[in-house]
């Protein structure tokens, strides 16, 4: 899961430095700038318009041509608008200001009197910041996720979110430890699923009905450390603020892993449709594809 990063101090200090200009604007005036952006992007069919639109059309055939260029459009203006919000997310300590209701809390605390462990997975769904902040607000936790290409970049993120009880471990095999042993401690530890596990690793599983290469990691965890498994999505509401899902995944850890990898799929395609426009659709999803099909984007 883990990868090789460079050094490029120069480049990330204008990465930096836009970031920390971002955080500094208020959101009323940086979100109509990204929703702008977004309609410029789909507009000029830039990348992020053109795989969310592939993803989208294969993902729901039983929608009409408009209602797909309605989600597309939503999808982007989503995904364009929490750009400024993980930069303050980083940089600024106003995130707890935007948690919003929290359903299913309860159950993870019960298991965790109970002598479990709590592996929490979920996908590029509402905002992935809002999430990991709220699990480390209210748990000691411990994070899995896979580092950037600049390791100056690096340094920034995990700083940014280690503001709480956050620990950040890369996927390696250090950091895998780290991520066992904390779920043995009786601790809650997360990572995403929803990512390509890379070309050597992981199955092909259907994915809103289409193969997509999935990470066998999550398996592999719960049958190490006998963990109970949760989803988690922060979904942002009416109100403006982001209510927090924790939903049990309940699924044999003993299943073939193809088995085990659709049924996963299954769990987080069940959120994802309950708001498909707070999806992040421009993920290349189905970039790897099995041997004798032709790729999805061009």
């Not at 050597?200 to 965890?221: E, R, S, W």
Request: proline content about 4%; aromatic content about 12%.
């Amino acid at each position: 899961m883990s990868k090789k990063t460079e050094s490029r101090p120069i480049k990330v200090r204008l990465i930096y430095g836009f970031l920390w200009l971002i955080a500094r604007i208020p959101l009323f005036i940086s979100q109509p700038v990204m929703s702008f952006s977004a309609r410029v992007a789909i507009l000029v069919k830039s990348r992020s318009y053109r795989f969310s639109a592939i993803n989208i059309d294969i993902c729901f055939p039983e929608k009409t041509t408009k209602e797909k260029k309605d989600l597309v459009k939503k999808s982007l203006i989503h995904t364009f608008q929490i750009a400024p919000e993980i930069a303050k997310a980083w940089l600024k300590p106003c995130i707890a200001d935007w948690l919003g209701e929290v359903h299913g809390e309860e159950a993870i605390k019960k298991d965790l009197a109970n002598g479990k462990g709590i592996l929490i997975t979920g996908s590029h769904i509402g905002n992935w910041e809002v999430a990991l902040f709220y699990l480390g607000k209210t748990f000691d936790f411990t994070c899995m996720y896979r580092k950037p290409r600049y390791q100056e970049m690096d340094d920034i993120i995990c700083k940014g979110r280690c503001k709480n009880t956050t620990v950040m471990v890369p996927g390696d095999a250090k950091g895998f430890k780290a991520f066992l042993t904390a779920l043995k401690k009786c601790k809650v530890a997360a990572l995403l699923s929803d990512q390509e596990p890379g070309k050597d690793t992981g199955v092909f599983a259907p994915f809103f009905g289409h193969p997509a290469k999935t990470m066998d990691l999550i398996q592999k965890v719960e049958s190490k450390t006998n963990s109970s498994v949760y989803q988690i999505a922060a979904i942002k509401s009416h109100t403006g603020k982001y209510d927090i899902y924790l939903e049990s995944i309940n699924i044999d850890s003993e299943l073939a892993e193809v088995e085990y990898a659709t049924k996963l799929n299954q769990e987080l395609e069940s959120m994802i449709r309950k708001y498909p426009e707070q999806y992040q659709w421009s993920y290349r999803r189905f970039k790897l594809q099995p041997e004798g099909r032709s790729s999805l984007y061009k």
